[in-house]
């Protein structure tokens, strides 16, 4: 027999094909709302100017060199990377009880966090499960079942009301086994745009705490959400304040444009000093097996951002302007299909939702005439990349949206 012979085809990454569609459309007014990164207002990527500044920092420094940084990262980059999420003044910083891992991106880190689980977390009756909001991020699913935890879904989202579906999430947190895993999103929820409030967090927060379940928090657009590092990170700390038990995943990809450089982290926040190096020290072996050492280059960049005042106020200005151009977009697709076009519906879910990415609430059959008619490619959840949009393409975009839904 042939030696791959068994091996079946696996179906193409469904953005994957929706950028090569994409890329092969000629029309000139075509939109790509399917990706998942930053466009200016050209739609063009954006290199931040923090990011060019620190490029060149790094360029003229003599005491860079090409050796291995240690297996869990360049130090620098981590604690400062633990800080800017868990607040400076975090109880678990100042107590010594935080482990920070250096992660291929964040999708490395919950990688990295989904292993560590697997091997090490005293999971309930429910069995070896993670809990997972429904919808999520679609890699959730494997990046669980690649460690032998089965994904299991919460309610998270109500088509009815294109918001939060809350009462029902609340109690699958109170019916799931004691000590269960629930993956949250930290802000910016993906794909909906749907985040939970102050308060309903603080809900959320009481049952996890009652029923002794496990959070790992996933955050992959600090800043990107509000425009605001510290607003943006107030869920997480919240919880680590009261106590709950968790990890966060953490990207730079989107926050600092750094998608291909793959700069991330996992933060354990142990109950003691001594767990916590526990904790490390089996990271460190899990880590050493797989990747060895992190990769340097973009750790270094950020490492400057975040340590350096001056590029840190730039970045904050940076993250502002995707932020705020992002809001913009919201505010003028919300006028553009209320006051203008009279587009039948609500459309206020497109100013409430938070983030990169909107979930329209338009039909399977609609985001597909979208595509087929208009040129605008998008996941057929309905799902757009706010990020797609500018000032250009934006009525375009409107009035087909209007033709698909009237
Ligand atoms: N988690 C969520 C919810 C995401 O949306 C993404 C990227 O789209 C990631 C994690 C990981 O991204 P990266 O590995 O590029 O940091």
């Known amino acids: 027999a042939e030696t791959w012979e068994e091996v079946p085809l696996a179906p193409p990454d469904s953005i994957f094909k929706l950028t090569a569609a994409y890329k ?7 939109i790509n709302l399917g990706v998942g990164a930053y466009r200016d207002d050209d739609s063009k990527p954006w290199v931040l100017p923090v990011v060019k500044k620190a490029t060149e920092l790094l360029l003229t420094d003599p005491d860079i060199d090409h050796e291995y940084l240690p297996i869990t ?10 800080k800017l999420i868990l607040g400076r003044d975090s109880p678990a910083i100042l107590e010594d009880r935080v482990v920070s891992v250096q992660t291929i991106s964040g999708t ?48 998270y989202y109500d ?20 000590r269960s895993v629930f993956l949250l999103h930290a802000c910016a929820h993906n794909p909906t745009g749907v985040d939970p409030t102050r308060e309903q967090w603080g809900q959320i927060c009481d049952i996890i705490l009652e029923k002794g379940h496990y959070a790992f928090f996933d955050c992959a657009y600090q800043g990107f959400a509000s425009g605001d590092l510290d607003n943006d990170a107030w869920a997480v700390r919240e919880f680590v304040k009261r106590g709950v038990p968790l990890l966060v995943c953490q990207s730079f990809a989107k926050n600092a444009g750094l998608y291909g450089e793959r700069v991330g982290a996992m933060h354990v926040v142990a109950p003691t000093e001594e767990a916590a190096d526990r904790v490390k020290s089996q990271l460190s072996v899990l880590q050493r097996s797989e990747i060895s050492n992190p990769p340097a280059h973009g750790a270094r960049l950020v490492s400057l951002i975040l340590n350096e005042p001056v590029l ?3 970045w904050k200005e940076d993250i502002k302007t995707m932020a705020h151009r992002i809001i913009e977009m919201r505010k003028e697709l919300h ?7 009279k587009t039948p519906g609500n459309w206020d879910h497109i100013v ?20 087929e008619k208009a040129h605008i490619y998008l996941t057929t ?3 757009i990349s706010m990020a797609g949009l500018n000032r250009k393409n934006i009525r375009y975009f409107a009035e087909n949206l209007d033709k698909v839904v009237r």
Do not use: C
Request: proline share 7%; aromatic share 14%; glycine share 8%.
């Open 24 to 30: 092969a459309d000629s029309f000139p007014q075509k």
């Open 73 to 82: 990262g360049l130090p620098q980059f981590t604690s400062a990377a633990a």
């Open 108 to 155: 490395g880190a919950n990688h990295l966090g989904a292993l560590f689980l697997s091997r090490y977390y005293r999971f309930g009756e429910g069995g070896k499960k993670v809990w997972l909001s429904d919808p999520t991020w679609v890699n959730h699913f494997a990046i669980f079942r690649n460690v032998q935890i089965e994904p299991v879904t919460y309610p």
């Open 159 to 178: 088509p009815a009301t294109i918001g939060l579906a809350f009462e029902p999430f609340l109690e699958t947190l109170r019916s799931a086994a004691p």
């Open 312 to 314: 840190f106020a730039q």
């Open 335 to 341: 006028k553009l299909l209320t006051e203008e076009l």
């Open 352 to 371: 409430n939702q938070i983030g990169m990415f909107s979930f329209t609430g338009i039909s399977t059959e609609a985001s597909q005439a979208l595509t």
């Open 381 to 383: 959840n309905g799902r």
